[in-house]
Every structure is written in structure tokens, then in C-alpha cells.
């Protein structure tokens, strides 16, 4: 049974190839600011990362839209995030059907409306949550700097500032990401929107509203089962 | 005869003093010299089997590069630091080990060429066979695909749907499952517990990352093995502080033998020399003693040349046998300087030359002996301890009486040296009692003495090495032994057609769960066309309309678009042209199951190193004639089998020629049986104590005790012809020290770090104790029961 696991994630990791990538916003807008040198572009990562990554517990409300040629229309959820640092994460989706799932740095434990089961997993055997869960800290922590190696970055706005991140042949996720988009927050302390393009041509938007940084969380929040 | 070519012989000498010494002086200085720039030989395979099973392993293990790999395992220490610095450093190493010390370095698997590599339409198409499309031919079903769609619709609410939504559209069955049985090979195919991330190899707890090191060095090779080490630490050494490494490999056992061997060889010679001349300098006080003590030094530096000259490299487990023939040959000298000491005359000295003669020969019998095994590190071992007794036995008749009647420092006589020990009276018939009965228990016990045939426990590797090995396994598994099934072909693809074969009747032998092989990811082209041909058969034969109306049936409910799964049905015939990447994942792993020879190709496969296991798995290399299994249980096994044949025979060869030397000396069966008790006495009491302490015997402590024969031989050959015949040359003394002097030799051993040279300690000191007693002890009682014997009918 083990093996399988073992058999099962590692295709699993095979064949996704989640990648050491970041996120997107506005594939589509028009890049309105010049490219900054290297050093510069490195400087404003870090100074970006700082302010990004200064919460210790974050709340907040999501969208997520996808636009995919598997579907005749757009996908639209709806839910929340709930994160306490240093790796605690929930995500609660609300609508069209309720789904929730806890990642921590040992165990992912989720829940659908259609079975109504608690399912447990390990991490350790589980690389892709693993790498979601390195992914969404990524994202959330704000260590935009350590990107710079496998991606080409380009600031596409100034005000609010606007990041693309376009993976490079080395890193993992050029065969699967074409862009990913950061749109900040006009205070830049935290993200807005997060824009993924990929190479197939689907694009999902992760728009976040109601932020709220260092918050009180409660347990219940990171429950999977009954949440709503 | 024997007299008349000694006297003349030394005659000559003595007429050609000068030149004599001269000559020997001049030899020995450049023998001195000479040992500067003799290399030796780390490599233990001198001293196992030539079997022609055992010599295939071995050759085998030789031309894999199975064993010229290290694996280096990287540690991040510092709490406030993660993976990111920890593949820095993984990354920095990996770029500082170079050619031509370091072939190629594997730091983890991309998974973009893997993605491509074993995407479900590249890959399935073939290898998947014909049961595993008999299982998706009945996943065609109205409630198997509406089930599939659901999944598929559900999995896009998920956070890693972010990444993974798209691909299901190459995949609305869910084949990959199917591939799931042949991929959960690939972890297990490198040995270890390992995971990917970020291109890098990482373990399970994500503090540790691997290095899989190709190196030029091959694993026996001492000198280039330690330059080898040598970089490594050193770019180990410019790696962060908060980084900490374990490195395996055969390379570290290599190094660090040697290491110990050398530590052990300087160890052993300095108290051997210390202890030899404090004793004769305090037994003798004569400053003469010491040419007997350099006698031995000087036969060494000569038999180390010319063995070398003869035998190409020396082992060093032979020149770590060193001090122990330095031991053993001191006696020769010994007897002759307490004879002169003595101020024996002209027909005792004839006698002694006789006795030490005679001496010499059943040690050289007793080496000579080992001539007759197979294994050529004894062949090693039987000509330089040959070289040196003769070497010594020659010094100690023709050049030491030059030295000692040198004109301008006489010898310090001492005509009663010796003679305390000879005046002791033992109660005959009581001393010999007690013998017998110490002798029949040992005798009784030695029948449950284990016999231990790991060679893996002549290794003597320093803890250090040992540690490095333990935490690796802990953090990254790997420790069960696995044996390796090997199927040989004149081309690549010849190869893995066998291969195949074997395979299937392997999996129904052992069962698919306990048999890694290639052919369960990766099959011979023949079979993949085949599998290839009927994918695109099955298809073709209806069932792709089929699921095309199926899909199309479900769709609405979960809002599928038409498009859906385009990239499915648009890919399913479209695998032809798939080439293998040589720097692809595929080609990475195959390192690991195809050895390509000059005459052709290996193909590896993995299962437990179990007896059920091997016993089950050589039937099916009875069928393929060529195929043949490696495994460290058969090797041992084979090498306990062989190593109890030889000593089956050699052990009798040895007592013979004891035998039938002591008896040409004696010409009578009951001296030549006295003469022999201490050859019985050290041979029995030491299997016996041995098992008494449950200590196993190992070949290397066999061969010790066979070559100690040869020493206590003597005592007994000494003693008998000294009682027998009343001489009064001080064999007793000479005996004594004798014994003393090889107690030392061997002794020194039990302080070696090396379970090889220890083990030789062990049964040399138990032997020659056990010899030495009963030689001065139960011999000059037996004498005198004897004597008795024949004057009461008198």
C-alpha cells in the first residue's frame, strides 16, 4: 500500500510538475514601466518581500476564476484563507459546492459536501500538497527575492505595483506556466490579485478581498468538516 | 652429509668474512632504500576465492560502475534555514566536482523532461499490455466516465487544481493509474526513500538533500581513492557552515583500511621493537643481542623486494603480517647466540646448525603449505614468510657467528644461561594427566566452534566511516541488502528481449513487489511496438468513438465543453517518433539497470538478498542460460564453502609435512609423537578456547593457526632432541625466548584496529601459548616416562 502511495505521488509529481513559481495579475495589461536593472529589480523584491511577509496570521476572502477550455464557462469559487505562519493553511471554498482543506507542515486533512468525509493524509508522502503548501508560502510570505534566479521578472506597473514573473527555460514550470501576474495591494502590504496563465492557454485569477493581517484565528477556522 | 656441507659452507664464509659482510651490508642499504618506493596493494581480493562463481560477482561488481559511486547526503543544521539554502549548497557542490576525479553528478530528476517523458499518451501507449487495456476497455461505461467527469469537475476546486486542471484533459480515464504499478518502481530503482522537489533529490523530513557522485576512481584503488577523498573534503570544507555531509561509498573503506593497516603496521613494529630489545638486553646484557634482533628487520626489507619482484604489488594484510614472521624468525638467531653465549664446541654447534635447520624447514613447510590454496594473497603470504625464515636461517648460521667472534668486542660468555629452567622437575606422569584431560575438553568443546564466513567483518574501516553510513540509512533508507539478477546480451536490445522474459517469469516466482527490473517501466523495443500496435488497435476498433459518445453524454451536467478533452483523442495515436532523451529522466535511471561492456550489455534487475529469494530466482537462470545472480549472501556463502574445502585439505597437509619432517629428524615414531604434542596441544586448545568463549573462527585466523604449526613445531622438534639426547645447547632458553619473542610479534596484533590483523593475533597468541607450555612443560615428561619406560626392562 505504501509503494502505491509512493508510486502514486511520484507520478503525481511527474506529471504536474509543480514548479517554484509565484503568481500573476492582469496578463493583459499593458507593461507601463521600464524594465529596472537587475540589481534594482533584486532590491525592490526584497523590499516587497519584507513588507509582504510582516503578519504572523492573515484572513482573508477569495475568488477564484477560471477560465479553461475544459469548461463551456468561466469556473467561479468562491471561499476563504485563513494562515497562521509558519505553515498553517486553510482553505475553505464556499460556492458552487463546499470543499475544505488544512495543509500543515505534517499532515493534509480535507473535506467535500459530495462524500462528506474527513480524509487524512501524510505530507511526507504527499509531494504535490507538499509543493502547494511551498507555493502558497511562497506567495504568502512574500520571498519574491529567491525567484529572481528561475524567472525573467518584469515590473508591468508602478502604481499599484504590478510584478510579472516569466518562468526561464531552467526553472520546472516553463513547461506548464506561461506568466504569472502579482497585482499589490495600494499599500503593498499584501497581494490582491494573483494572475496564473498557462501555456495551454487557461488563466485562473485569485482575487483577494477582506484582508486582514495579523488577526486572532480561531481554531474552528482551520476545521475542515462543518465549517460553514 | 649435512655436516660435512655445513662445515664447508661456513668455512668459506668465514674465509671471505669482509666480503660477506660487506655484501650483506650493501644489500640491505639498498633494500632500504628499495622499500621507499614499494607500492602495496589495499585491494582484499587478493585474499578471497578465485570460485568461479565468487571471481563473476566480483568482476561483475568490478565493471558495473554499481561500485565506483558515492553518495554524498547534505544536511541543513541551522534552524533558520530551509531548502532554499540547503539546494544552494547541494547546487554549489555539485558544480565544484569536475572531471576527471568526478564523471557525473546527479543532484535530482527535472521534472519537466520527466513530464514529457512519461506523459499518459507518450508513455502508456508502450508500455501498458494487454491486461492492463482489458481493464480500461471496462472502464468504458456510461457510469465509470460520468463518475471520471465528476472527479475531474470536483478536482478544480481544489487549491492544486491551480496547476493540474489542464492536464486532465490528456487524461479522462484516469490511465495513469495504470501506470502507477510500473512507475512505483522508480523510487525503489534508486535505493532509496527519496522525493523530488525542485529538481533536487530530498528527504522525506526536507532537511537533507543527495548527491549521487560518478567518479573515474575506481573503488579499490588506494592511491587514487585517497586523492579522491582528498577533494571531496576539501570542497565539502568550502561549504556553508550550516551545512553538514555524510558520504558512502566503497572509496572510504578503501582509504580508510589502508589507514588502519598502516596505523596497526607502525603500531605493532614499534612495541615489537621496543618489548625485542628491552629483552635482550635484560636477559643477555650483551650488546651483541642486538644483531640477533636486527636479523629479522633486515630478512624482512629483503623478502618485501623480492616478493614485490616476483608477485608484482604486495597486499598489505600480508605486510601487516610482518612483525609476526619477524617473531617467529628471530629463533634461529636465538638459539645460535645462546649456543655461542653457551661456549658449546664444534660438534654441538653441528647439532644446533642441524636443529635449526630442521627448524626452518618445518617453518617453511608450514608456509609452504598455503602454496597449495587457490587464493593468491596466501600464495603472497607463503613466499615472503618463505623468503624470510630462509633469509633468517641463512644470517643466523653464516653471518651472525662472524659478527659475534668479531675480534675487537668478544662475546660475553655465559655458560650456564638456561639452566634454571632446564633444572625444574615436573611430576611426569601428573603433568601429563592434566595435559590429557585439558587437551580431551578442549577437544570435546571444539566440536561447537561456529565457523564465520563474512568477509564483510575483515573490513576495517575506521568508526568515522561507519557513522557517515548509519546516519545516511537513517535518514535515507537503502540499508536491506539487494541482490541483482543479471541478464547479458551482445546488443542493447538483445539485452532487454531477454530481459522481458525474465522478467515475467520472475514476477511469478517472487512476485512483482519483491523484482525491480527495467522491463516493468521500460520494456525492449520489440515488446513496446507490440503494445504500441495493440494501443492503437483497441482504439481503433471502435472504443474511441465509443468514449467520445460516452464523455459527450456526461458532459452537460459538469459543464464539459465540447473541447474538453481534445488533447486526449487528439493525442491517442500521435506517440510514434517518441525518442529517448540521453539526458532525460529515462536515461537516467537506466544508469541504474544497463551496464554496457565492451562485449556488450547487462541488464540489472533488484530483488531481496534473501535464500528464499535466491534459491526461487536460480531456477529461472537455469532457463536463460548466461543470466546469473550477484548477491552478497551467495558470495559469502560461496567463500565459506570454498574456504572449508581448502582447509579441509590444507590443515592435513600441514600436519603431514609435520609428520614426516619430524620423523626424517628422528627416524623413530615415538620421539616424532613427542615432538608433535605442541602442534596438537596449540591446535586443539585453540578451536577449543575459541568455542569456550564463543569466538567464531574466520579464515584469516585458519591460515594464522596453520603457519603457527610451523613455529611450535619446532619447540617440540627442540625440546625432544635436547632431552633425548641430553644436549646442552640451551634449547630451554632459546625455546623460551622463542616463544617469548613470537608472543610479543603476534601479541602486538590484539592491539591492531584491523579485525584482520586482530583475529590473526588472537589465534596466533592462543596457539603458541598453548604450544610453548606444553613444550616445556608436558615434552621433557613425556621424555622421562619414556626414558623410564625403556630402562625398566632394562
Not at chain 1, 531552467?170 to 506561461?178: C, F, Q, R, T, Y
Request: hydrophobic share 45%; charged share 20%.
Amino acid at each position: 500500500m505504501t509503494t502505491i502511495k509512493r508510486g502514486i505521488t511520484i507520478l503525481l509529481t511527474l506529471t504536474l510538475c509543480l514548479p517554484a513559481l509565484t503568481a500573476a495579475v492582469y496578463a493583459d495589461e499593458k507593461s507601463t514601466a521600464p524594465a529596472p536593472p537587475q540589481n534594482d529589480l533584486s532590491a525592490l523584491l526584497n523590499t516587497i518581500g519584507k513588507k509582504v511577509s510582516d503578519f504572523t496570521s492573515l484572513k482573508t476572502d477569495f475568488t477564484q476564476e477560471k477560465e479553461m477550455a475544459m469548461f463551456k464557462e468561466k469556473l467561479v469559487l468562491k471561499g476563504r484563507i485563513y494562515l497562521q505562519k509558519p505553515s498553517k493553511i486553510a482553505w475553505h471554498v464556499d460556492s458552487p459546492v463546499r470543499y475544505s482543506v488544512l495543509i500543515t507542515d505534517k499532515f493534509i486533512r480535507q473535506w467535500d459536501e459530495d462524500t462528506n468525509k474527513v480524509q487524512e493524509l501524510s505530507l511526507t508522502k504527499n509531494p504535490i500538497f507538499q509543493t502547494v503548501l511551498n507555493q502558497l508560502t511562497v506567495w504568502f510570505s512574500g520571498e519574491y527575492g529567491s525567484l529572481l534566479a528561475v524567472n525573467d521578472v518584469r515590473v508591468k506597473q508602478n502604481d499599484p505595483l504590478v510584478l510579472e514573473f516569466l518562468p526561464l527555460e531552467k526553472n520546472i514550470s516553463k513547461k506548464v506556466i506561461k506568466s504569472i501576474t502579482i497585482t499589490f495591494r495600494e499599500d503593498q502590504k499584501y497581494l490582491k490579485r494573483i494572475q496564473i496563465t498557462e501555456v495551454s492557454g487557461d488563466v485562473t485569477t485569485i482575487t483577494f478581498t477582506n484582508t486582514q493581517l495579523n488577526v486572532p484565528l480561531k481554531d474552528a477556522d482551520f476545521e475542515v468538516k462543518g465549517h460553514v | 652429509m649435512f655436516d660435512a656441507f655445513f662445515a664447508r659452507a661456513f668455512d668459506v664464509v668465514r674465509t671471505h668474512k669482509r666480503w660477506v659482510l660487506l655484501i650483506v651490508g650493501a644489500i640491505t642499504l639498498l633494500s632500504m632504500v628499495g622499500l621507499a618506493f614499494i607500492r602495496y596493494e589495499g585491494n582484499i581480493d587478493l585474499m578471497l576465492p578465485p570460485d568461479k562463481d565468487i571471481t563473476r560477482s566480483l568482476q561483475f561488481l568490478r565493471d558495473s560502475n554499481l561500485s565506483d559511486k558515492i553518495v554524498i547526503s547534505l544536511a541543513v543544521t541551522a534552524p533558520d534555514k530551509g531548502k532554499k539554502e540547503l539546494f544552494l549548497a547541494v547546487d554549489q557542490l555539485s558544480a565544484a566536482l569536475k572531471p576527471p576525479l568526478f564523471t557525473k553528478v546527479m543532484s535530482g530528476i527535472s521534472m519537466a523532461g520527466a513530464m514529457d517523458e512519461f506523459s499518459v499518451l507518450q508513455y502508456a501507449p508502450q508500455i501498458l499490455g494487454e491486461e492492463e487495456l482489458a481493464r480500461i476497455d471496462g472502464t468504458l461505461t456510461a457510469p465509470f466516465v460520468s463518475a471520471q467527469l465528476k472527479k475531474i469537475y470536483l478536482q478544480s476546486f481544489r487549491p492544486e487544481s491551480i496547476f493540474m486542471s489542464s492536464l486532465s484533459r490528456t487524461d479522462p480515464l484516469d490511465i495513469k493509474m495504470l501506470l502507477f504499478g510500473k512507475l512505483k518502481a522508480l523510487p525503489a530503482s534508486m535505493g532509496y526513500d527519496v522525493a523530488v522537489e525542485d529538481g533536487h533529490f530530498l528527504s522525506r523530513d526536507g532537511r537533507h538533500s543527495m548527491l549521487i557522485v560518478q567518479t573515474s576512481v575506481p573503488m579499490m584503488d588506494s592511491q587514487q581513492s585517497k586523492e579522491l577523498v582528498r577533494v571531496l573534503e576539501e570542497e565539502l570544507g568550502r561549504l556553508p557552515d550550516y551545512i553538514t555531509t555524510d558520504m558512502i561509498g566503497g572509496h572510504f573503506h578503501t582509504v580508510s583500511n589502508e589507514k588502519v593497516i598502516k596505523r596497526d603496521i607502525k603500531v605493532a613494529s614499534v612495541i615489537a621493537s621496543i618489548a625485542f630489545l628491552v629483552l635482550f638486553l635484560v636477559v643477555f646484557r650483551d650488546p651483541r643481542a642486538f644483531f640477533v634482533f636486527i636479523i629479522p628487520l633486515i630478512a624482512v626489507a629483503w623478502s618485501i623486494i623480492i616478493s614485490t619482484f616476483v608477485e608484482g604489488k604486495l597486499s598489505y594484510l600480508v605486510i601487516g603480517f610482518g612483525t609476526a614472521i619477524a617473531g617467529i624468525s628471530i629463533d634461529y638467531g636465538l638459539l645460535v647466540y645462546i649456543a655461542m653465549k653457551r661456549g658449546s664446541d664444534a660438534s654441538q654447534m653441528i647439532k644446533l646448525a642441524k636443529l635449526v635447520s630442521i627448524d626452518a624447514i618445518t617453518t617453511i613447510f608450514s608456509f609452504f603449505v598455503l602454496y597449495f590454496s587457490m587464493i593468491h594473497g596466501y600464495h603472497q603470504l607463503s613466499l615472503f614468510s618463505m623468503l624470510c625464515v630462509l633469509i633468517c636461517l641463512l644470517f643466523s648460521l653464516f653471518v651472525l657467528p662472524l659478527v659475534l667472534s668479531w675480534e675487537h668486542f668478544h662475546l660475553v660468555a655465559d655458560p650456564t644461561i638456561g639452566d634454571r629452567l632446564k633444572r625444574v622437575n615436573w611430576p611426569a606422569k601428573t603433568i601429563v594427566g592434566i595435559w590429557a584431560g585439558l587437551t580431551v575438553i578442549a577437544a570435546i568443546l571444539s566440536f561447537t566452534v561456529q565457523f564465520d564466513s563474512d568477509v564483510k567483518k575483515l573490513d576495517g574501516s575506521e568508526p568515522s566511516v561507519l557513522l557517515a553510513e548509519q546516519h545516511f540509512h537513517a535518514i535515507w533508507g537503502g540499508k536491506t541488502n539487494q541482490a541483482i539478477f543479471v541478464v547479458p546480451g551482445a546488443t542493447s536490445e538483445d539485452a532487454m528481449e531477454l530481459n522481458d522474459q525474465v522478467y515475467a517469469e520472475a514476477i511469478k516466482t517472487v512476485g512483482p513487489e519483491n523484482f525491480t527490473s527495467l522491463a516493468l517501466f521500460w520494456s525492449s523495443a520489440r515488446t513496446r511496438a507490440s503494445n504500441v500496435e495493440r494501443w492503437d488497435r483497441f482504439w481503433r476498433s471502435g472504443r474511441e468513438a465509443k468514449l467520445r459518445r460516452l464523455i459527450t453524454q456526461a458532459s452537460d451536467r459538469y459543464q464539459f465543453s465540447d473541447r474538453a478533452f481534445t488533447p486526449f483523442f487528439n493525442g491517442l495515436y500521435a506517440h510514434e517518433g517518441q525518442g529517448k532523451d540521453p539526458n532525460g529522466m529515462l536515461a537516467k535511471l537506466q544508469e541504474r539497470f544497463v551496464v554496457q561492456k565492451q562485449d556488450g550489455f547487462r541488464i540489472l534487475s533488484y530483488f531481496p538478498d534473501e535464500q528464499s529469494s535466491v534459491d526461487a530466482l536460480n531456477a529461472v537462470t537455469q532457463k536463460h542460460p548466461g543470466t546469473f545472480i550477484v548477491s552478497g549472501r551467495v558470495l559469502s556463502a560461496s567463500i565459506s564453502d570454498f574456504t572449508s574445502r581448502e582447509m579441509r585439505f590444507l590443515v592435513p597437509l600441514a600436519i603431514l609435512f609435520n609428520i614426516v619432517l619430524s620423523w626424517l629428524f628422528f627416524r623413530n615414531w615415538t620421539e616424532t609423537f613427542i615432538a608433535l604434542v605442541p602442534v596438537l596441544t596449540g591446535v586443539v586448545w585453540l578451536v577449543g578456547i575459541m568455542a569456550l568463549f564463543h569466538m567464531p573462527l574466520n579464515v584469516v585466523n585458519l591460515v594464522a593457526a596453520i603457519v603457527t604449526t610451523g613455529v611450535i613445531v619446532d619447540y617440540g622438534i627442540g625440546m625432544t632432541y635436547e632431552y633425548r639426547y641430553n644436549l646442552r645447547i640451551g634449547t630451554v632458553i632459546a625455546v623460551t625466548l622463542s616463544a617469548v619473542t613470537n608472543v610479543i610479534g603476534a601479541g602486538v596484533m590484539l592491539f591492531a584496529r584491523h579485525p584482520a590483523l586482530y583475529s590473526t593475533g588472537v589465534a596466533m597468541v592462543i596457539c603458541m601459548v598453548a604450544g610453548y607450555l606444553s613444550s616445556v612443560i608436558v615434552v621433557p615428561s613425556l621424555c622421562s616416562l619414556v626414558s623410564s619406560a625403556r630402562k625398566e626392562p632394562a
